[in-house]
Protein backbone atom coordinates (compact mmCIF):
# COMPACT_ATOMS: atom_id res chain seq x y z
CA UNK A 1 0.00 0.00 0.00
CA UNK A 2 2.50 2.33 0.71
CA UNK A 3 4.74 1.77 -2.44
CA UNK A 4 2.11 2.13 -4.54
CA UNK A 5 1.31 5.72 -2.82
CA UNK A 6 5.02 6.24 -2.81
CA UNK A 7 4.45 5.55 -6.92
CA UNK A 8 1.71 7.10 -7.36
CA UNK A 9 3.75 10.45 -5.75
CA UNK A 10 6.63 9.41 -7.96
CA UNK A 11 4.64 9.97 -11.12
CA UNK A 12 2.70 12.94 -10.44
CA UNK A 13 6.15 14.62 -9.66
CA UNK A 14 7.23 13.84 -12.77
CA UNK A 15 4.43 14.83 -14.35
CA UNK A 16 4.66 17.86 -13.05
CA UNK A 17 8.30 18.34 -14.10
CA UNK A 18 7.63 17.14 -17.41
CA UNK A 19 4.12 17.92 -18.93
CA UNK A 20 3.38 21.65 -19.04
CA UNK A 21 -0.10 20.61 -19.38
CA UNK A 22 -0.76 18.86 -16.44
CA UNK A 23 1.26 22.16 -14.64
CA UNK A 24 -1.15 24.59 -16.64
CA UNK A 25 -4.16 22.82 -15.66
CA UNK A 26 -3.27 22.25 -11.88
CA UNK A 27 -2.72 26.21 -12.19
CA UNK A 28 -5.77 26.60 -13.25
CA UNK A 29 -8.00 24.36 -11.06
CA UNK A 30 -6.26 26.53 -8.29
CA UNK A 31 -7.86 29.63 -10.11
CA UNK A 32 -11.22 28.48 -10.76
CA UNK A 33 -11.40 26.93 -6.79
CA UNK A 34 -11.04 30.29 -5.76
CA UNK A 35 -13.04 32.28 -7.81
CA UNK A 36 -15.72 29.68 -7.13
CA UNK A 37 -15.05 29.67 -3.52
CA UNK A 38 -14.96 33.87 -3.23
CA UNK A 39 -18.32 34.02 -5.12
CA UNK A 40 -19.98 31.71 -2.72
CA UNK A 41 -18.51 33.33 0.13
CA UNK A 42 -20.05 36.45 -1.41
CA UNK A 43 -24.07 35.27 -2.21
CA UNK A 44 -23.64 33.19 1.01
CA UNK A 45 -22.81 36.16 3.02
CA UNK A 46 -25.58 38.24 1.50
CA UNK A 47 -27.99 35.76 2.66
CA UNK A 48 -26.89 35.08 5.77
CA UNK A 49 -26.48 39.16 6.31
CA UNK A 50 -30.64 39.10 5.22
CA UNK A 51 -31.48 36.66 7.40
CA UNK A 52 -29.68 38.31 10.27
CA UNK A 53 -31.56 40.70 9.63
CA UNK A 54 -34.75 39.23 10.18
CA UNK A 55 -33.70 37.84 13.13
CA UNK A 56 -33.10 41.24 14.59
CA UNK A 57 -35.98 42.67 13.67
CA UNK A 58 -37.65 40.06 14.80
CA UNK A 59 -36.26 40.51 18.51
CA UNK A 60 -37.09 43.83 18.41
CA UNK A 61 -40.55 44.64 19.59
CA UNK A 62 -43.00 44.32 16.81
CA UNK A 63 -46.56 44.73 16.96
CA UNK A 64 -47.98 41.22 15.82
CA UNK A 65 -50.16 42.96 13.17
CA UNK A 66 -47.52 44.66 11.16
CA UNK A 67 -45.27 41.68 10.97
CA UNK A 68 -47.19 40.17 8.17
CA UNK A 69 -46.70 44.26 6.67
CA UNK A 70 -42.99 43.89 7.49
CA UNK A 71 -42.92 39.93 6.13
CA UNK A 72 -44.06 41.38 2.66
CA UNK A 73 -42.01 44.63 2.44
CA UNK A 74 -38.81 42.33 3.94
CA UNK A 75 -39.30 39.55 0.65
CA UNK A 76 -39.78 42.96 -1.76
CA UNK A 77 -36.37 44.24 -0.55
CA UNK A 78 -35.05 40.93 -0.43
CA UNK A 79 -35.79 39.43 -4.30
CA UNK A 80 -34.66 43.20 -5.46
CA UNK A 81 -31.61 42.67 -3.49
CA UNK A 82 -30.65 39.24 -4.99
CA UNK A 83 -31.52 40.18 -8.54
CA UNK A 84 -28.96 43.14 -7.83
CA UNK A 85 -26.47 40.64 -6.67
CA UNK A 86 -27.33 38.17 -9.33
CA UNK A 87 -26.76 40.78 -11.82
CA UNK A 88 -23.25 41.81 -10.32
CA UNK A 89 -22.24 38.34 -10.08
CA UNK A 90 -23.07 37.78 -13.68
CA UNK A 91 -20.88 41.12 -14.69
CA UNK A 92 -17.87 39.86 -12.29
CA UNK A 93 -18.11 36.29 -13.30
CA UNK A 94 -18.12 37.45 -17.53
CA UNK A 95 -14.92 39.34 -17.20
CA UNK A 96 -13.18 36.37 -14.73
CA UNK A 97 -14.00 34.14 -17.83
CA UNK A 98 -12.56 36.19 -20.36
CA UNK A 99 -9.39 36.10 -18.04
CA UNK A 100 -9.19 32.22 -17.60
CA UNK A 101 -10.02 31.80 -21.04
CA UNK A 102 -7.05 33.47 -21.84
CA UNK A 103 -5.15 31.72 -19.05
CA UNK A 104 -6.49 28.04 -20.66
CA UNK A 105 -5.27 29.10 -24.01
CA UNK A 106 -2.01 30.54 -23.49
CA UNK A 107 -0.20 27.23 -22.78
CA UNK A 108 -1.41 26.01 -26.41
CA UNK A 109 -0.64 29.28 -27.79
CA UNK A 110 3.19 29.03 -26.75
CA UNK A 111 3.22 26.18 -27.97
CA UNK A 112 1.73 26.22 -31.03
CA UNK A 113 4.48 29.15 -31.73
CA UNK A 114 7.38 27.26 -30.70
CA UNK A 115 6.35 24.88 -32.86
CA UNK A 116 5.93 27.17 -35.45
CA UNK A 117 9.13 28.69 -34.96
CA UNK A 118 11.08 25.37 -34.68
CA UNK A 119 9.17 23.93 -37.84
CA UNK A 120 10.94 27.05 -39.87
CA UNK A 121 13.83 26.56 -38.41
CA UNK A 122 14.18 22.95 -39.60
CA UNK A 123 13.22 23.77 -43.15
CA UNK A 124 15.67 26.08 -43.43
CA UNK A 125 17.98 23.52 -42.63
CA UNK A 126 17.21 20.58 -44.21
CA UNK A 127 17.23 23.11 -47.47
CA UNK A 128 20.93 23.66 -47.49
CA UNK A 129 21.73 19.58 -48.15
CA UNK A 130 18.73 19.52 -50.56
CA UNK A 131 20.14 22.58 -52.81
CA UNK A 132 23.25 20.79 -52.55
CA UNK A 133 21.95 17.56 -53.98
CA UNK A 134 19.99 19.49 -56.33
CA UNK A 135 22.55 21.27 -57.78
CA UNK A 136 24.91 18.20 -57.76
CA UNK A 137 22.49 16.01 -59.95
CA UNK A 138 21.63 18.67 -62.15
CA UNK A 139 24.76 19.64 -62.58
CA UNK A 140 26.13 16.55 -63.80
CA UNK A 141 23.44 16.27 -66.45
CA UNK A 142 24.78 19.16 -68.15
CA UNK A 143 28.08 17.98 -68.89
CA UNK A 144 28.25 17.14 -72.32
CA UNK A 145 30.85 13.73 -71.73
CA UNK A 146 30.65 12.74 -68.11
CA UNK A 147 33.93 11.17 -67.54
CA UNK A 148 34.11 8.38 -64.88
CA UNK A 149 35.93 10.79 -62.64
CA UNK A 150 33.42 13.11 -62.71
CA UNK A 151 30.42 10.50 -61.84
CA UNK A 152 32.14 9.33 -58.79
CA UNK A 153 32.71 12.81 -57.50
CA UNK A 154 28.93 13.73 -58.07
CA UNK A 155 27.87 10.93 -56.08
CA UNK A 156 30.57 11.44 -53.82
CA UNK A 157 28.64 15.04 -53.44
CA UNK A 158 25.53 13.55 -53.18
CA UNK A 159 26.08 10.62 -50.55
CA UNK A 160 27.62 13.70 -48.09
CA UNK A 161 24.66 15.64 -48.41
CA UNK A 162 22.11 12.72 -47.91
CA UNK A 163 24.32 11.89 -44.63
CA UNK A 164 23.48 15.05 -43.53
CA UNK A 165 20.19 14.86 -43.90
CA UNK A 166 19.41 11.49 -42.22
CA UNK A 167 21.89 12.68 -39.35
CA UNK A 168 19.55 15.86 -38.81
CA UNK A 169 16.35 14.67 -39.50
CA UNK A 170 17.22 11.54 -36.64
CA UNK A 171 18.31 14.47 -34.34
CA UNK A 172 15.11 16.75 -34.94
CA UNK A 173 12.89 13.62 -34.04
CA UNK A 174 15.03 13.65 -30.55
CA UNK A 175 13.25 17.00 -30.12
CA UNK A 176 9.90 15.51 -29.31
CA UNK A 177 8.49 16.35 -26.07
CA UNK A 178 9.62 14.19 -23.03
CA UNK A 179 6.85 13.07 -21.83
CA UNK A 180 7.29 9.53 -20.46
CA UNK A 181 10.59 9.46 -18.53
CA UNK A 182 12.41 6.49 -17.32
CA UNK A 183 13.96 7.29 -14.29
CA UNK A 184 17.07 5.17 -14.12
CA UNK A 185 20.11 4.06 -11.88
CA UNK A 186 23.08 5.40 -14.31
CA UNK A 187 25.87 4.37 -13.74
CA UNK A 188 28.06 7.24 -15.37
CA UNK A 189 31.49 5.87 -15.63
CA UNK A 190 30.51 2.33 -17.38
CA UNK A 191 28.15 4.82 -20.22
CA UNK A 192 31.47 7.21 -20.70
CA UNK A 193 33.89 4.10 -21.73
CA UNK A 194 30.80 2.93 -23.90
CA UNK A 195 30.85 6.36 -25.31
CA UNK A 196 34.59 6.34 -25.91
CA UNK A 197 34.63 3.09 -27.37
CA UNK A 198 31.69 4.26 -29.68
CA UNK A 199 33.81 6.79 -31.11
CA UNK A 200 36.89 4.72 -31.24
CA UNK A 201 37.21 5.78 -35.34
CA UNK A 202 36.86 9.25 -35.05
CA UNK A 203 39.38 9.19 -32.35
CA UNK A 204 42.17 7.45 -34.31
CA UNK A 205 41.63 9.16 -37.49
CA UNK A 206 42.83 12.39 -36.04
CA UNK A 207 45.29 9.96 -33.61
CA UNK A 208 43.48 12.06 -30.68
CA UNK A 209 45.64 11.21 -27.14
CA UNK A 210 42.98 10.86 -24.77
CA UNK A 211 43.40 11.70 -21.06
CA UNK A 212 40.72 9.82 -18.90
CA UNK A 213 40.26 10.66 -14.72
CA UNK A 214 36.91 8.61 -14.21
CA UNK A 215 35.51 8.54 -10.80
CA UNK A 216 31.92 6.53 -10.52
CA UNK A 217 28.87 8.10 -9.19
CA UNK A 218 25.31 6.85 -10.22
CA UNK A 219 22.46 9.48 -11.58
CA UNK A 220 18.54 9.05 -11.75
CA UNK A 221 17.72 9.83 -15.67
CA UNK A 222 17.26 7.98 -19.21
CA UNK A 223 20.67 6.09 -19.60
CA UNK A 224 19.66 7.23 -23.50
CA UNK A 225 19.89 10.56 -21.94
CA UNK A 226 23.14 10.75 -20.27
CA UNK A 227 24.49 8.67 -23.54
CA UNK A 228 23.95 11.52 -25.95
CA UNK A 229 25.09 13.90 -23.58
CA UNK A 230 28.80 12.33 -23.19
CA UNK A 231 28.14 11.41 -26.92
CA UNK A 232 27.70 14.97 -28.30
CA UNK A 233 30.45 16.75 -25.91
CA UNK A 234 32.76 14.33 -26.96
CA UNK A 235 31.27 14.35 -30.68
CA UNK A 236 32.10 17.63 -30.81
CA UNK A 237 36.00 17.85 -28.89
CA UNK A 238 37.10 15.64 -31.75
CA UNK A 239 35.99 17.69 -33.88
CA UNK A 240 37.52 20.35 -33.13
CA UNK A 241 40.28 19.38 -32.22
CA UNK A 242 43.66 19.35 -34.24
CA UNK A 243 45.44 16.21 -35.04
CA UNK A 244 47.28 14.64 -32.53
CA UNK A 245 45.36 16.58 -30.00
CA UNK A 246 44.46 16.16 -26.69
CA UNK A 247 41.19 15.83 -25.16
CA UNK A 248 40.76 15.52 -21.39
CA UNK A 249 37.55 13.92 -20.13
CA UNK A 250 37.09 13.57 -16.21
CA UNK A 251 34.16 12.60 -14.16
CA UNK A 252 33.73 13.84 -10.26
CA UNK A 253 32.49 12.83 -7.44
CA UNK A 254 30.33 15.63 -6.97
CA UNK A 255 28.59 14.97 -9.83
CA UNK A 256 30.65 16.45 -12.46
CA UNK A 257 31.38 15.71 -15.69
CA UNK A 258 33.79 17.68 -17.73
CA UNK A 259 35.82 17.49 -20.97
CA UNK A 260 38.19 19.42 -22.74
CA UNK A 261 39.71 20.11 -26.20
CA UNK A 262 42.88 22.06 -27.43
CA UNK A 263 41.66 22.70 -30.56
CA UNK A 264 40.11 25.92 -32.72
CA UNK A 265 38.21 26.76 -29.64
CA UNK A 266 35.55 29.72 -29.78
CA UNK A 267 35.65 33.58 -29.67
CA UNK A 268 34.05 35.43 -27.15
CA UNK A 269 31.11 36.61 -28.98
CA UNK A 270 29.98 33.09 -29.84
CA UNK A 271 29.67 31.50 -26.31
CA UNK A 272 26.46 32.93 -25.54
CA UNK A 273 24.62 31.64 -29.01
CA UNK A 274 26.12 27.82 -28.80
CA UNK A 275 23.75 26.48 -27.27
CA UNK A 276 20.94 27.65 -29.47
CA UNK A 277 19.44 25.45 -31.92
CA UNK A 278 20.87 24.70 -35.29
CA UNK A 279 23.71 27.23 -34.50
CA UNK A 280 27.44 26.74 -35.68
CA UNK A 281 30.08 27.98 -34.42
CA UNK A 282 31.99 30.10 -37.13
CA UNK A 283 35.61 28.49 -38.04
CA UNK A 284 33.45 25.15 -37.87
CA UNK A 285 32.27 26.42 -41.08
CA UNK A 286 35.22 26.40 -42.61
CA UNK A 287 37.31 23.66 -40.79
CA UNK A 288 34.73 20.81 -40.98
CA UNK A 289 33.18 22.13 -44.20
CA UNK A 290 30.13 22.83 -42.38
CA UNK A 291 29.52 19.34 -40.93
CA UNK A 292 26.97 18.69 -38.06
CA UNK A 293 23.33 19.77 -37.92
CA UNK A 294 24.01 22.67 -35.20
CA UNK A 295 21.72 20.82 -32.71
CA UNK A 296 23.83 18.75 -30.51
CA UNK A 297 24.77 21.11 -27.91
CA UNK A 298 20.78 22.33 -28.09
CA UNK A 299 19.57 18.71 -27.22
CA UNK A 300 22.34 18.38 -24.35
CA UNK A 301 21.34 21.59 -22.64
CA UNK A 302 17.08 20.91 -23.17
CA UNK A 303 18.16 16.97 -21.20
CA UNK A 304 20.26 18.82 -18.46
CA UNK A 305 17.79 21.79 -17.77
CA UNK A 306 14.92 19.09 -17.46
CA UNK A 307 17.11 17.83 -14.81
CA UNK A 308 18.01 20.49 -12.98
CA UNK A 309 21.64 20.21 -13.81
CA UNK A 310 23.75 22.77 -15.17
CA UNK A 311 26.22 23.47 -17.99
CA UNK A 312 28.71 26.04 -19.10
CA UNK A 313 31.44 26.34 -21.14
CA UNK A 314 34.90 28.09 -20.91
CA UNK A 315 37.97 29.12 -23.10
CA UNK A 316 41.24 27.33 -22.47
CA UNK A 317 44.37 29.15 -21.01
CA UNK A 318 46.29 28.45 -24.54
CA UNK A 319 43.49 27.08 -26.91
CA UNK A 320 40.09 25.07 -26.84
CA UNK A 321 37.44 25.08 -24.69
CA UNK A 322 36.15 23.21 -21.73
CA UNK A 323 32.50 21.99 -21.05
CA UNK A 324 31.62 21.15 -17.32
CA UNK A 325 28.37 19.57 -16.54
CA UNK A 326 27.35 19.32 -12.86
CA UNK A 327 24.15 17.12 -11.85
CA UNK A 328 22.13 17.21 -8.94
CA UNK B 1 34.68 36.09 -68.24
CA UNK B 2 35.55 35.38 -64.71
CA UNK B 3 33.17 34.67 -62.30
CA UNK B 4 33.99 35.29 -58.20
CA UNK B 5 31.78 32.26 -56.27
CA UNK B 6 31.73 33.09 -52.85
CA UNK B 7 30.20 30.41 -50.97
CA UNK B 8 31.03 28.30 -47.72
CA UNK B 9 29.20 25.37 -49.14
CA UNK B 10 31.85 23.13 -50.45
CA UNK B 11 29.41 20.20 -52.43
CA UNK B 12 27.11 23.26 -53.85
CA UNK B 13 30.79 25.23 -54.56
CA UNK B 14 31.66 22.20 -56.68
CA UNK B 15 28.68 22.08 -58.68
CA UNK B 16 27.87 25.55 -59.53
CA UNK B 17 31.54 25.31 -60.60
CA UNK B 18 31.06 22.60 -62.95
CA UNK B 19 28.09 24.18 -64.28
CA UNK B 20 29.83 27.99 -65.30
CA UNK B 21 33.23 26.02 -66.45
CA UNK B 22 31.42 23.81 -68.88
CA UNK B 23 29.95 27.33 -69.89
CA UNK B 24 33.09 28.47 -70.71
CA UNK B 25 33.15 30.80 -67.69
CA UNK B 26 36.27 30.98 -65.68
CA UNK B 27 35.50 30.44 -61.86
CA UNK B 28 37.47 32.06 -58.87
CA UNK B 29 35.88 30.09 -55.36
CA UNK B 30 36.35 31.16 -52.09
CA UNK B 31 34.64 29.99 -49.36
CA UNK B 32 35.40 32.91 -46.29
CA UNK B 33 33.86 36.04 -46.51
CA UNK B 34 36.40 38.33 -45.24
CA UNK B 35 39.03 36.79 -47.22
CA UNK B 36 36.54 36.89 -50.60
CA UNK B 37 36.42 40.52 -49.75
CA UNK B 38 40.07 41.07 -49.80
CA UNK B 39 40.26 39.56 -53.13
CA UNK B 40 37.71 41.26 -54.53
CA UNK B 41 38.83 44.20 -53.65
CA UNK B 42 42.35 43.61 -54.89
CA UNK B 43 40.85 42.16 -58.24
CA UNK B 44 37.96 43.92 -59.11
CA UNK B 45 38.54 45.25 -63.01
CA UNK B 46 39.39 41.58 -63.81
CA UNK B 47 36.23 40.09 -62.38
CA UNK B 48 33.39 40.47 -64.34
CA UNK B 49 30.86 38.66 -62.09
CA UNK B 50 30.67 37.82 -58.35
CA UNK B 51 27.78 35.25 -56.93
CA UNK B 52 27.75 35.61 -53.34
CA UNK B 53 26.26 33.19 -50.33
CA UNK B 54 24.87 35.69 -47.48
CA UNK B 55 25.38 32.81 -44.56
CA UNK B 56 29.71 32.55 -45.07
CA UNK B 57 32.23 32.46 -41.97
CA UNK B 58 34.62 35.60 -41.32
CA UNK B 59 32.45 37.86 -42.85
CA UNK B 60 28.47 37.51 -43.87
CA UNK B 61 27.56 38.35 -47.52
CA UNK B 62 25.67 41.82 -46.81
CA UNK B 63 28.34 43.18 -44.97
CA UNK B 64 30.93 42.10 -48.01
CA UNK B 65 28.43 43.54 -50.42
CA UNK B 66 27.89 46.89 -48.25
CA UNK B 67 31.92 47.26 -48.00
CA UNK B 68 32.33 46.56 -51.58
CA UNK B 69 30.02 49.66 -52.58
CA UNK B 70 31.56 51.63 -50.30
CA UNK B 71 34.76 51.52 -51.78
CA UNK B 72 32.91 52.68 -55.47
CA UNK B 73 33.25 48.89 -56.85
CA UNK B 74 30.58 48.13 -59.01
CA UNK B 75 31.09 44.19 -60.23
CA UNK B 76 27.49 42.83 -60.70
CA UNK B 77 26.83 40.60 -58.06
CA UNK B 78 23.82 37.99 -57.60
CA UNK B 79 22.99 36.97 -54.31
CA UNK B 80 22.42 32.96 -53.05
CA UNK B 81 20.69 32.38 -50.22
CA UNK B 82 18.52 29.65 -48.55
CA UNK B 83 16.17 32.41 -46.81
CA UNK B 84 14.09 33.90 -49.04
CA UNK B 85 11.72 36.27 -47.12
CA UNK B 86 10.89 39.72 -47.98
CA UNK B 87 13.04 40.96 -45.63
CA UNK B 88 16.19 39.39 -46.25
CA UNK B 89 15.51 39.57 -49.93
CA UNK B 90 15.43 43.97 -48.96
CA UNK B 91 18.20 43.89 -47.12
CA UNK B 92 19.95 42.25 -49.84
CA UNK B 93 19.00 44.97 -52.11
CA UNK B 94 20.14 47.30 -49.64
CA UNK B 95 23.14 45.99 -49.25
CA UNK B 96 23.72 46.60 -52.88
CA UNK B 97 23.08 42.90 -54.69
CA UNK B 98 22.26 43.07 -58.34
CA UNK B 99 19.93 40.10 -58.12
CA UNK B 100 18.61 37.35 -55.92
CA UNK B 101 18.34 33.82 -56.01
CA UNK B 102 16.95 31.54 -53.54
CA UNK B 103 18.25 28.32 -53.03
CA UNK B 104 17.52 25.43 -54.21
CA UNK B 105 17.65 26.91 -57.97
CA UNK B 106 17.59 25.83 -61.36
CA UNK B 107 20.92 26.36 -63.41
CA UNK B 108 19.16 27.70 -66.24
CA UNK B 109 17.72 29.84 -64.54
CA UNK B 110 21.08 31.33 -62.67
CA UNK B 111 22.81 31.51 -66.39
CA UNK B 112 19.83 33.27 -67.68
CA UNK B 113 19.98 35.94 -64.86
CA UNK B 114 24.18 35.84 -65.18
CA UNK B 115 23.73 36.89 -68.98
CA UNK B 116 21.38 39.57 -68.23
CA UNK B 117 23.92 41.25 -65.80
CA UNK B 118 26.64 40.94 -67.86
CA UNK B 119 24.35 42.33 -70.88
CA UNK B 120 24.31 45.43 -68.32
CA UNK B 121 27.96 46.12 -67.85
CA UNK B 122 30.05 46.82 -70.75
CA UNK B 123 32.07 43.50 -71.62
CA UNK B 124 29.29 42.05 -73.75
CA UNK B 125 29.30 42.13 -77.53
CA UNK B 126 25.80 42.02 -78.99
CA UNK B 127 25.48 39.94 -81.36
CA UNK B 128 27.76 37.31 -83.11
CA UNK B 129 31.35 38.43 -84.74
CA UNK B 130 32.66 37.06 -87.78
CA UNK B 131 37.01 36.32 -86.81
CA UNK B 132 37.27 35.45 -90.51
CA UNK B 133 34.61 34.48 -93.54
CA UNK B 134 34.10 31.19 -91.17
CA UNK B 135 34.71 31.63 -88.18
CA UNK B 136 32.23 32.99 -85.87
CA UNK B 137 32.99 34.35 -82.14
CA UNK B 138 29.25 33.93 -79.87
CA UNK B 139 30.13 35.64 -76.58
CA UNK B 140 26.57 35.11 -75.65
CA UNK B 141 26.31 31.79 -76.49
CA UNK B 142 30.03 30.80 -75.25
CA UNK B 143 31.23 28.99 -78.79
CA UNK B 144 33.14 29.23 -81.64
CA UNK B 145 32.09 27.87 -84.54
CA UNK B 146 33.92 27.00 -88.32
CA UNK B 147 31.21 26.87 -90.96
CA UNK B 148 28.62 26.05 -88.68
CA UNK B 149 30.80 23.29 -86.55
CA UNK B 150 31.63 24.13 -83.14
CA UNK B 151 34.88 24.05 -82.10
CA UNK B 152 35.37 22.80 -78.57
CA UNK B 153 38.00 24.53 -76.67
CA UNK B 154 39.29 24.73 -73.02
CA UNK B 155 37.89 27.08 -70.29
CA UNK B 156 41.20 28.52 -70.32
CA UNK B 157 41.58 29.09 -73.98
CA UNK B 158 37.91 30.42 -74.45
CA UNK B 159 38.35 32.89 -72.30
CA UNK B 160 42.20 33.75 -73.82
CA UNK B 161 40.27 34.11 -77.40
CA UNK B 162 37.51 36.00 -76.03
CA UNK B 163 39.72 39.16 -74.28
CA UNK B 164 41.71 39.03 -77.75
CA UNK B 165 38.00 39.49 -79.22
CA UNK B 166 37.34 41.80 -76.82
CA UNK B 167 40.44 43.91 -77.81
CA UNK B 168 40.61 42.96 -81.36
CA UNK B 169 42.65 44.97 -83.56
CA UNK B 170 44.67 46.07 -80.36
CA UNK B 171 48.21 44.38 -79.43
CA UNK B 172 47.72 43.12 -76.21
CA UNK B 173 50.29 42.69 -73.78
CA UNK B 174 50.99 38.64 -71.99
CA UNK B 175 50.96 40.98 -69.10
CA UNK B 176 47.24 42.16 -69.51
CA UNK B 177 46.44 38.49 -70.70
CA UNK B 178 47.37 36.83 -67.33
CA UNK B 179 45.86 39.55 -65.17
CA UNK B 180 42.60 39.27 -67.07
CA UNK B 181 43.08 35.51 -66.97
CA UNK B 182 44.54 33.73 -64.81
CA UNK B 183 45.27 33.27 -61.22
CA UNK B 184 48.02 34.50 -59.42
CA UNK B 185 49.00 31.81 -57.02
CA UNK B 186 49.32 29.46 -60.12
CA UNK B 187 52.56 28.20 -62.23
CA UNK B 188 54.96 30.03 -64.81
CA UNK B 189 52.30 31.87 -66.69
CA UNK B 190 53.74 33.14 -70.04
CA UNK B 191 54.77 29.98 -70.53
CA UNK B 192 51.19 28.85 -70.01
CA UNK B 193 49.96 31.81 -72.25
CA UNK B 194 52.37 30.22 -74.95
CA UNK B 195 51.06 26.65 -74.89
CA UNK B 196 47.22 27.98 -74.78
CA UNK B 197 47.60 30.39 -77.81
CA UNK B 198 49.17 27.74 -79.93
CA UNK B 199 46.28 25.78 -78.82
CA UNK B 200 43.87 28.29 -80.18
CA UNK B 201 45.88 28.48 -83.07
CA UNK B 202 45.93 25.01 -83.84
CA UNK B 203 42.30 24.39 -83.13
CA UNK B 204 40.29 27.81 -84.60
CA UNK B 205 43.14 29.04 -87.36
CA UNK B 206 45.09 26.40 -89.10
CA UNK B 207 44.47 27.60 -92.31
CA UNK B 208 43.96 31.35 -91.72
CA UNK B 209 47.33 32.05 -89.59
CA UNK B 210 47.52 35.86 -90.15
CA UNK B 211 44.56 35.71 -87.79
CA UNK B 212 46.38 35.85 -84.20
CA UNK B 213 49.23 37.50 -84.68
CA UNK B 214 52.46 37.42 -82.25
CA UNK B 215 53.64 40.65 -81.43
CA UNK B 216 57.06 40.12 -80.71
CA UNK B 217 58.31 40.89 -77.05
CA UNK B 218 55.26 42.35 -75.79
CA UNK B 219 51.97 40.01 -76.45
CA UNK B 220 49.47 39.54 -79.53
CA UNK B 221 46.87 40.61 -81.59
CA UNK B 222 43.51 39.51 -83.25
CA UNK B 223 42.85 40.97 -86.70
CA UNK B 224 39.60 41.15 -87.49
Known amino acids: ?328 | MKILLIEDHLNLASSIKRVLLQENFSVEHISNGAEAEIFWIANNENIDLVILDIQLPGKNGFKVCETIRKKGISTPVIMLTAKSEMNEKLAGFMAGTDDYLPKPFNFDELLMRIQALLRRSNVLIPQKIKITSVITFDQLARKIEKNGQEIRLTAKEFEILEFLVLNKNQAVSQQKIFDHCFDFAKENWSNTIEVHIKNIRKKCFVDEKEVLKTVRGFGYRLEI
Open chain 1, 1 to 328: MRRKCSRLFEGLVIDWKSNEFFRARIKLTIFYAIIIAALIVLFSGTLWFEINEIHDNFHQEKIIESNELFLDEFTDEFADKILLIDIFVFILTTFLSYFLAGKNLQPIAKKMKQQAQFIEDAAHEIKNPLAAIFASGTSILRVKEISDKQSREVLGEILEESNRLISLTSQLLQFKDKEHVSLEEVQVKKIVEKIIQTLQPLLLEKKIILDTHLVNFSLSMAESDFESIVFNLLHNAIKFSHKEGKIIIRLEKEKKLSIQDFGIGLSEKEIPFIFDRFYKADKARTFGANTGSGLGLSIVKNIIHFHNGKIRVDRGKTAGCVFTVTFK
